[in-house]
Antibody
Framework: QLQLQESGPRLVKPSETLSLTCTVS??????????WGWIRQSPEKGLEWIGS???????YYNPSLKSRVTISVDTSKNQFSLKLSPVTAADTAVYFC??????WGQGTLVTVSS | DIVMTQTPLSLSVTPGQPASISCKSS???????????LFWYLQKPGQPPQLLIY???SRFSGVPDRFSGSGSGTDFTLKLRRVEAEDVGVYYC?????????FGQGTKVEIK
């Protein structure tokens, strides 16, 4: 059974960089032709797709966040990562990683505050 | 962006009774490949969304057959044949026909 787990700092200061990693177990990121992605959820905006990365490294970003987002993959560690910079309080949300669109991590709450 | 609009936003259902949720998209979700990219999810408190239905009407592995999806073009429906206590949570429709993927606002289902 494929499992995904988000990790990273839970508190980020305004104007700094939010960095999260998704560790995949029960399957290889590079061996299957799937999209891997990040989605976030806040009371204000609901569920919002942040971006995706294909097994070959191609990336796709939400235009509303594109200037601030980078998604990358580390096949040697079976992980993919999210960087969002600079952040504001509006980026406070639960962040999910997923093997689109069937398997999701449990999510991690990231708060942007000084 | 394609806007997904769900109705109702909340639903209170007696166990054993049916329930229905509507989802309308601002553009057709029919792709040139012949597929319609409309998904349904259920999110229980403190959990990530769990996939129920993909491509309008295909149930994901392990999803009970009391859940069914239907529709075409811009109008879609999720039906629960007989609601059970474990079905409480927030239901979302989502489209992946066009980037960016977008979600409905959610329909909260509770048991009377």
């Amino acid at each position: 059974q494929l499992q995904l787990q988000e990790s990273g700092p839970r508190l980020v200061k305004p104007s700094e960089t939010l960095s999260l990693t998704c560790t995949v177990s029960g399957g290889s990121i590079s061996s299957s032709r799937y999209y891997w992605g990040w989605i976030r959820q806040s009371p204000e905006k609901g569920l919002e797709w942040i971006g995706s990365i294909y097994y070959n490294g191609s990336t796709y970003y939400n235009p509303s966040l594109k200037s601030r987002v980078t998604i990358s993959v580390d096949t040697s560690k079976n992980q993919f990562s999210l960087k969002l910079s600079p952040v504001t309080a509006a980026d406070t949300a639960v962040y999910f990683c997923a093997r689109l669109w069937r398997y999701w991590g449990q999510g991690t709450l990231v708060t942007v505050s000084s | 962006d394609i806007v997904m609009t769900q109705t109702p936003l909340s639903l209170s259902v007696t166990p054993g009774q049916p329930a229905s949720i509507s989802c309308k998209s601002s553009q057709s979700l029919l792709h040139s490949d012949g597929k319609t990219y409309l998904f349904w999810y259920l999110q229980k408190p403190g959990q990530p969304p769990q996939l129920l239905i993909y491509e309008v009407s295909s149930r994901f592995s392990g999803v009970p057959d009391r859940f069914s999806g239907s529709g075409s073009g811009t109008d879609f429906t999720l039906k629960l044949r007989r609601v059970e206590a474990e079905d409480v949570g927030v239901y979302y429709c989502m489209q992946t026909r066009q980037l960016p993927p977008t979600f409905g606002q959610g329909t909260k289902v509770e048991i009377k």
